[in-house]
T-cell receptor
């Protein structure tokens, strides 16, 4: 299957700082990238959908000023958690789709905010 | 009503048995259907996709789609302990260009 990478895989930060997570599609050009969050023992929650060169579409209840998404190229999308707080600690997973038919997931980023 | 519904399980089967995982979805213009496997602490990985009514086989996995009944299933033959994971059903809705995920069914394959 297609390869999607995420960096960093794990990050620990202090409350109030900002954290940037990168998502790259390594062997295809992704027309759409998705950002999910998953709390322990819970299902995936879609945060936003981003298309290259346009503004991300956020799901209801997700603060767009807190979770900044940039999809600057067909192979790179970034999620910045601004002014992170302990309640933002979660498993953040991106996925990429190149044909609008199939999503391939990155390995995820585990964020811990102290 | 949720877009995609799955029994959360856990579903326990003995090694070598057939595991049957089920998923129902809402009546929208759903076009594409996917099964993902997620091991604890890992991200989901794609197992199969299915687009038309009927069965689709890939190794030990068979996906079954019945659009009239709004039902998609995944059969795992000769289940192995390594198949123990949470299985997520996903549906793509073409008119919103969105993917909807079920909450997943936890499968335990006992040696």
């Amino acid at each position: 299957g297609a390869v999607v990478s995420q960096h960093p895989s794990r990050v620990i930060c202090k409350s109030g700082t900002s954290v940037k997570i990168e998502c790259r599609s390594l062997d295809f050009q992704a027309t759409t990238m998705f950002w999910y969050r998953q709390f322990p023992k819970q299902s995936l929650m879609l945060m936003a959908t981003s298309n290259e060169g346009s503004k991300a579409t956020y799901e209801q209840g997700v603060e767009k000023d807190k979770f900044l998404i940039n999809h600057a190229s067909l192979t790179l999308s970034t999620l910045t958690v601004t002014s992170a707080h302990p309640e933002d600690s979660s498993f953040y997973i991106c996925s990429a789709a190149f044909d609008q038919e199939t999503q391939y997931f990155g390995p995820g980023t585990r964020l811990l905010v102290l | 009503q949720k877009e995609v519904e799955q029994n959360s399980g856990p579903l326990s089967v003995p090694e070598g048995a057939i595991a049957s995982l089920n998923c129902t979805y809402s009546d929208r213009v759903s076009q594409s259907f996917f099964w993902y496997r997620q091991y604890s602490g890992k991200s989901p990985e794609l197992i199969m996709s299915i687009y038309s009514n009927g069965d689709k086989e890939d190794g030990r996995f068979t996906a079954q789609l019945n659009k009239a009944s709004q039902y998609v299933s995944l059969l795992i033959r000769d289940s192995q302990p390594s198949d123990s994971a949470t299985y997520l059903c996903a549906v793509r809705v073409v008119d919103f260009n969105k993917f909807y995920f079920g909450s997943g069914t936890k499968l335990n394959v006992k040696p």
